[in-house]
């Protein structure tokens, strides 16, 4: 047996090794290779590494070179442990409609535009490339055509040099190959629109340069077929080929000008992409480190991040102390600090400590992977305002068609000599003219550049539909907790009924909380536990929603909650009802202890009120959007935190069935709402109304029924996301009104309209440089987007 016998005795194929092995059987089988899993003999000619006082053995050499890069991943069985999901394929769609999706790229069947990549990639565009050869080939053969038919006007007779009729003869073997192979690809989905029965930009683009090559050819070999007035020199008819070959270069450069644009615009989602490093830091039980691929790292492995290093996962701290920068992830530039036990996002920046976190959620499941998600779907979504284009579309090329075919007759019956030869250039004219690229291209250019946009500054757009509403919205409904205020109530007040009882309240109070799940729970819990106080198990425990919680503590009974609790239970408050309001009317929740049915004090709990939701608000009515605060606390609490912002409207000791209700009530005075929330109990009403926005400290239930995500959990995110739909919707209206009253102006234009006063025709080749430059111009104008100031 050869050694390469021998070192690949194994019986099938294996596509992860990049190479072909076969598998021993059951009986000759000795060790697996940690890699790939498969049956290895081990012996003095298999390859093999030593690590951790083992050998291991590998079917080839490519799964050692693996094992070398990572060598604990793989020995602690690690590998064998995670699920390799098989990667998905990359799939391609057509950025006007969305609804296709194919395995490969190529052109929509709907438009004929070129497909992209669902999720951008840094690889290069193949159909870029191609058409980028295709036009500086174009480009070779339109510059000799465009001087052997223009060189008189400026000096240069090179026809009279050559002969006219050599000079057609050269000129239909410069074009032929222009037309027949580097236009190909237009051609092909001008035949594919027919096919399927939707005639686009590429349908007139086919039937104009296929018309004027046509009519050349037939000029150049059968001109008797033309009456003896349309002959010029030589008895030769005047040709096209200039025009046609012209005419493909003009189209190759607005293609190729496009594709580059179409690229910028899935920038920010590769930004978005970089942000996470390919290595990480893993630290091994022994105290030893080494960077390992980040493919290979998994939850619960505990990893080192560095003074300037990327975050590598989402995590939680378990050692040291640092501030970190998530304005990539957030848009907040101000570095936030983090200690043991707080969270740590992948692709954020570690500024001035060094921390160990221990990894949580890896690969797909991290945030920064969901963010490029949602961004990448929100690129394939279709706004309302699209259904306009969408609906002239489809009526706009047999429009046009149509239009060509009485300007050809028009002029062919009205117009001077050579009538047949004006009828031909304005019929192409008008074809190449009114491609609707532009008014495809109008609306979701502007999305996806927007959609990036606002992921930069911490804002994630679910689809289109909800930024198009975003821009229209004129009443914000927002939740308190978590909302306005931190999220992180605290313990502030313990008062007694009884001199010496506040510790008693208090271990009361916080034994019951354990088994609450109430916001205001840990509060109450890490207030007694500040204290040193023991909390004694608890019987019977029962949450009266809206109202509180009872149960039995050592035999004894207790009820912490609101007054609507005590009521319920026959409990009288009169001696605590005065000092209750005063903490409220200072923005605090008070809450009412009783034990064995008699009222024994109050605990309250403030939940301090974020630093940007003041200015925040202040913005959101300059932009004319009136704000209701709608909350589970009383009316005197909400009252106080209302008059503090400046709110327009309390609703207060709101349930949580409730919100769904007032968005309800809302619309139906009228009124066009978003409702801002974090919670659970949020997600009915984000989903009732016209625009839901999760706060991103919130629940995943409320991400998921939201339209907008706000990654920093704060209004100033609102007013981030206010500006950009308002500026995408404004973006949308500029590109739209600049594509119709492109094809208003420059279908007349092209059919002849100017000629019986100023004597102007336009030429197919003015019509093809225009018609590019048009789709360039609206991918222009959204490219602003960009550049706006959130």
Same mark, same amino acid.
């Given at each position: 047996?050869?050694?390469?016998?021998?070192?690949?005795?194994?019986?099938?194929?294996?596509?992860?090794?990049?190479?072909?092995?076969?598998?021993?059987?059951?009986?000759?089988?000795?060790?697996?290779?940690?890699?790939?899993?498969?049956?290895?003999?081990?012996?003095?000619?298999?390859?093999?590494?030593?690590?951790?006082?083992?050998?291991?053995?590998?079917?080839?050499?490519?799964?050692?070179?693996?094992?070398?890069?990572?060598? =604990?991943?793989?020995?602690?069985?690690?590998?064998?442990?995670?699920?390799?999901?098989?990667?998905?394929?990359?799939?391609?769609?057509?950025?006007?409609?969305?609804?296709?999706?194919? @395995?490969?790229?190529? +052109?929509?069947?709907?438009?004929?535009?070129?497909?992209?990549?669902?999720?951008?990639?840094?690889?290069?565009?193949?159909?870029?490339?191609?058409?980028?050869?295709?036009?500086?080939?174009?480009?070779?053969?339109?510059?000799?055509?465009?001087?052997?038919?223009?060189?008189?006007?400026?000096?240069?007779?090179?026809?009279?040099?050559?002969?006219?009729?050599?000079? *057609? =003869?050269?000129?239909?073997?410069?074009?032929?190959?222009?037309?027949?192979?580097?236009?190909?690809?237009?051609?092909?989905?001008?035949?594919?629109?027919?096919?399927?029965?939707?005639?686009?930009?590429?349908?007139?683009?086919?039937?104009?340069?296929?018309?004027?090559?046509?009519?050349?050819?037939?000029?150049?070999? /059968?001109?008797?077929?033309?009456?003896?007035?349309?002959?010029?020199?030589?008895?030769?008819?005047?040709?096209?080929?200039?025009?046609?070959?012209?005419?493909?270069?003009?189209?190759?450069?607005?293609?190729?000008?496009?594709?580059?644009?179409?690229?910028?615009?899935?920038?920010?989602?590769?930004?978005?992409?970089?942000?996470?490093?390919?290595?990480?830091?893993?630290?091994?039980?022994?105290?030893?480190?080494?960077?390992?691929?980040?493919?290979?790292?998994?939850?619960?492995?505990? /990893?080192?991040?560095?003074?300037?290093?990327?975050?590598?996962?989402?995590?939680?701290?378990?050692?040291?102390?640092?501030?970190?920068?998530?304005?990539?992830?957030?848009?907040?530039?101000?570095?936030?600090?983090?200690?043991?036990? @707080?969270?740590?996002?992948?692709?954020?920046?570690? !500024?001035?400590?060094?921390?160990?976190?221990?990894?949580?959620?890896?690969?797909?499941?991290?945030?920064?992977?969901?963010?490029?998600?949602?961004?990448?779907?929100?690129?394939?979504? !279709?706004?309302?305002?699209?259904?306009?284009?969408?609906?002239?579309?489809?009526?706009?090329?047999?429009?046009?068609?149509?239009?060509?075919?009485?300007?050809?007759?028009?002029?062919?019956?009205?117009?001077?000599?050579?009538?047949?030869?004006?009828?031909?250039?304005?019929? *192409?004219?008008?074809?190449?003219?009114?491609?609707?690229?532009?008014?495809?291209?109008?609306?979701?250019?502007?999305?996806?550049?927007?959609?990036?946009?606002?992921?930069?500054?911490?804002?994630?757009?679910?689809?289109?539909?909800?930024?198009?509403?975003?821009?229209?919205?004129?009443?914000?409904?927002?939740?308190?907790?978590?909302?306005?205020?931190?999220? !992180?109530?605290?313990?502030?007040?313990?008062?007694?009924?009884?001199?010496?009882?506040?510790?008693?309240?208090?271990?009361?109070?916080?034994?019951?909380?354990?088994?609450?799940?109430?916001? /205001?729970?840990?509060?109450?819990?890490?207030?007694?536990?500040?204290?040193?106080?023991?909390?004694?198990?608890?019987?019977?425990?029962?949450?009266?929603?809206? !109202?509180?919680?009872?149960?039995?503590?050592?035999?004894?009974?207790?009820?912490?909650?609101?007054?609507?609790?005590?009521?319920?239970?026959?409990?009288?408050?009169?001696? +605590?009802?005065?000092?209750?309001?005063?903490?409220?009317?200072?923005?605090?929740?008070?809450?009412?202890?009783?034990?064995?049915?008699?009222?024994?004090?109050?605990?309250?709990?403030?939940?301090?009120?974020?630093?940007?939701?003041?200015?925040?608000?202040?913005?959101?009515?300059?932009?004319?959007?009136?704000?209701?605060?709608?909350?589970?606390?009383?009316?005197?609490?909400?009252?106080?935190?209302?008059?503090?912002?400046?709110?327009?409207?309390?609703?207060?000791?709101?349930?949580?069935?409730?919100?769904?209700?007032?968005?309800?009530?809302?619309?139906?005075?009228?009124?066009?709402?978003?409702?801002?929330?974090?919670?659970?109990?949020?997600?009915?009403?984000?989903?009732?109304?016209?625009?839901?926005?999760?706060?991103?400290?919130? +629940?995943?239930?409320?991400?998921?029924?939201?339209?907008?995500?706000?990654?920093?959990?704060?209004?100033?995110?609102?007013?981030?996301?206010?500006?950009?739909?308002?500026?995408?919707?404004?973006?949308?209206?500029?590109?739209?009104?600049?594509?119709?009253?492109?094809?208003?102006?420059?279908?007349?234009?092209?059919?002849?309209?100017?000629?019986?006063?100023?004597?102007?025709?336009?030429?197919?080749?003015?019509? +093809?440089?225009?018609?590019?430059?048009?789709?360039?111009?609206?991918?222009?104008?959204?490219?602003?987007?960009?550049?706006?100031? /959130?």
């Amino acid at each position: 047996m050869t050694q390469d016998a021998h070192r690949h005795h194994h019986d099938h194929t294996d596509e992860s090794c990049g190479h072909t092995q076969t598998r021993t059987n059951s009986d000759e089988a000795g060790v697996k290779d940690p890699v790939c899993g498969m049956s290895v003999t081990p012996g003095p000619e298999a390859w093999s590494r030593d690590y951790g006082g083992e050998t291991y053995y590998f079917c080839s050499e490519g799964c050692r070179t693996k094992f070398d890069a990572d060598p =604990y991943f793989y020995a602690s069985g690690n590998a064998a442990k995670v699920e390799k999901a098989a990667a998905p394929g990359a799939q391609w769609t057509c950025p006007m409609h969305p609804e296709f999706v194919s @395995d490969e790229p190529g +052109a929509c069947p709907i438009c004929g535009m070129a497909l992209e990549p669902m999720v951008p990639s840094d690889e290069p565009s193949e159909e870029l490339t191609d058409f980028t050869r295709r036009l500086w080939i174009s480009a070779v053969a339109a510059v000799p055509l465009v001087i052997l038919t223009m060189g008189e006007a400026v000096g240069i007779p090179v026809r009279d040099w050559i002969g006219h009729q050599f000079a *057609v =003869y050269l000129e239909f073997l410069l074009a032929t190959p222009i037309v027949l192979w580097a236009a190909l690809p237009f051609f092909q989905r001008g035949v594919s629109s027919v096919v399927n029965r939707a005639p686009n930009m590429w349908t007139l683009i086919s039937l104009g340069v296929g018309a004027a090559y046509l009519y050349s050819l037939v000029a150049t070999f /059968l001109p008797g077929v033309f009456p003896d007035q349309y002959r010029g020199i030589g008895g030769m008819v005047g040709t096209y080929f200039e025009a046609a070959v012209v005419i493909v270069t003009l189209i190759f450069v607005g293609q190729v000008l496009e594709l580059r644009a179409r690229e910028r615009t899935g920038d920010a989602i590769k930004s978005l992409m970089n942000l996470a490093p390919k290595t990480a830091r893993r630290i091994l039980p022994d105290g030893s480190e080494y960077d390992a691929p980040l493919e290979n790292i998994v939850a619960g492995d505990l /990893l080192r991040v560095r003074p300037g290093d990327s975050v590598p996962v989402d995590g939680e701290v378990v050692e040291g102390r640092s501030s970190v920068d998530e304005s990539m992830i957030t848009g907040e530039p101000v570095p936030i600090e983090k200690t043991v036990g @707080d969270r740590v996002t992948g692709g954020t920046i570690n !500024k001035n400590g060094t921390l160990a976190i221990r990894a949580t959620d890896v690969g797909a499941e991290t945030v920064l992977a969901q963010i490029v998600d949602m961004v990448a779907g929100a690129r394939r979504s !279709k706004a309302p305002i699209q259904g306009l284009a969408d609906r002239v579309s489809e009526i706009f090329v047999p429009t046009v068609v149509g239009v060509a075919i009485l300007a050809f007759v028009a002029w062919l019956v009205m117009g001077p000599s050579p009538a047949f030869v004006f009828a031909i250039a304005a019929a *192409v004219s008008v074809l190449i003219i009114a491609c609707p690229c532009a008014l495809g291209l109008a609306t979701p250019i502007s999305i996806t550049t927007a959609a990036g946009r606002g992921a930069q500054a911490g804002v994630l757009i679910k689809d289109a539909e909800a930024l198009e509403r975003m821009a229209r919205v004129d009443t914000l409904v927002v939740d308190k907790t978590g909302t306005l205020t931190e999220g !992180k109530p605290r313990l502030t007040e313990v008062i007694a009924l009884k001199a010496g009882a506040e510790d008693d309240v208090l271990a009361s109070a916080a034994a019951l909380e354990r088994g609450s799940e109430h916001p /205001l729970a840990d509060a109450i819990i890490g207030g007694a536990e500040e204290r040193g106080l023991t909390m004694a198990k608890v019987l019977e425990f029962e949450a009266v929603t809206g !109202k509180g919680v009872t149960g039995r503590v050592e035999d004894r009974s207790i009820a912490l909650g609101n007054l609507g609790l005590m009521q319920s239970l026959g409990i009288e408050t009169t001696d +605590a009802d005065d000092t209750a309001d005063a903490l409220r009317s200072e923005g605090k929740t008070a809450m009412y202890v009783a034990l064995d049915g008699r009222l024994a004090g109050l605990v309250a709990v403030a939940d301090p009120i974020k630093e940007t939701t003041e200015a925040a608000i202040r913005e959101l009515h300059r932009q004319g959007l009136r704000v209701i605060m709608a909350t589970g606390d009383n009316q005197r609490t909400a009252d106080a935190v209302a008059a503090k912002l400046g709110i327009d409207e309390v609703r207060a000791g709101v349930l949580p069935e409730d919100k769904k209700i007032l968005v309800d009530e809302l619309r139906d005075q009228g009124a066009r709402i978003a409702m801002a929330g974090d919670g659970v109990n949020d997600a009915p009403a984000l989903a009732a109304a016209d625009v839901g926005i999760a706060m991103g400290t919130g +629940a995943d239930v409320a991400v998921d029924s939201a339209g907008l995500t706000l990654l920093a959990g704060d209004l100033s995110g609102i007013v981030r996301a206010r500006i950009l739909a308002k500026a995408t919707l404004r973006n949308i209206k500029q590109n739209l009104f600049f594509a119709f009253f492109y094809n208003a102006v420059g279908v007349p234009i092209a059919a002849g309209a100017l000629y019986p006063v100023f004597g102007l025709l336009l030429s197919p080749m003015v019509a +093809a440089a225009a018609m590019s430059l048009s789709s360039v111009s609206v991918i222009g104008n959204a490219l602003r987007l960009r550049r706006l100031k /959130l």
